[in-house]
């Protein structure tokens, strides 16, 4: 069974467009969920830490929410260059450090 | 620019041989992770260094090792390679066990023939 579980699996989108992408997780002792963006062939790019059910955090497009088992990472009027791989990832207590990473969301924005 | 660099960005190599992936983190981070990416199994964490200690082991197979050198890079050793193992391979640094974020190198892509 998946610990993290992303979706849709892929994403298509008119610009302009706002949606929201969904993570959800089973892990119990939570220590963050946290939000990439990876663009083909590149590393992963951090964008947020959610530490506790009800936090909210935002950066331009993106606002990104916490549940006591989802997050959803909500883009608002989404442009082109906003098309990536979003993933989410969680640290829980008998993980210790490491992140676990769901298998992402891939969104396209057309113009 | 996450400031993690590795090299090298590609690599070709056959069956039965063995290559070293190389990593060097942020300026001061004393924490490497290392994940496998491959189109089936999403991001897979392999194996952390901390301060040159192995901290904790994933889903690395025996095959495969790493070490944390004294400047804090870290490399990876994949031997007697499968076809499966071609894959994205990255590593990641954080600052300490408290700091949570890590950040994501540009990754080699090793293809295996």
């Known amino acids: 069974e998946d610990q993290v579980t992303q979706s849709p699996e892929a994403l298509r989108l008119q610009e302009g467009e706002s949606s929201s992408l969904n993570c959800s997780y089973t892990?119990?002792?939570?220590?963050?969920l946290f939000w990439y963006r990876q663009d083909p062939g590149k590393g992963p790019e951090f964008l947020f830490t959610l530490y506790s059910a009800g936090e909210e955090k935002e950066k331009e497009r993106l606002k990104a929410t916490l549940t006591k088992k989802e997050s959803f990472l909500h883009i608002t009027a989404p442009k082109p260059e906003d098309s990536a791989t979003y993933l989410c990832a969680v640290r829980f207590n008998q993980a210790g450090t490491a992140l676990i990473f769901g298998k992402g969301t891939t969104l396209s924005v057309s113009s | 620019d996450s400031g993690v660099t590795q090299t090298p960005k590609h690599l070709i190599t056959a069956t039965g041989q063995r290559v070293t992936l190389r990593c060097s983190p942020r300026s001061g981070d004393l924490s490497v992770y290392w994940y496998q990416q491959s189109l089936d199994q999403g991001l897979q964490f392999l194996i952390q260094y901390y301060n040159g200690e192995e901290r904790a082991k994933g889903n690395i197979l025996e095959r495969f090792s790493a070490q944390q050198f004294p400047d804090l890079h870290s490399e990876l050793n994949l031997s007697s390679l499968e076809l499966g193992d071609s894959a994205l391979y990255f590593c990641?640094?954080?600052?300490?066990?408290?700091?949570?974020?890590?950040?994501f190198g540009p990754g080699t892509r090793l293809t295996v023939t």
């Open positions: 990641a640094s954080t600052g300490s066990d408290s700091a949570y974020e890590q950040y």
């Open positions: 892990v119990s002792g939570l220590r963050g």
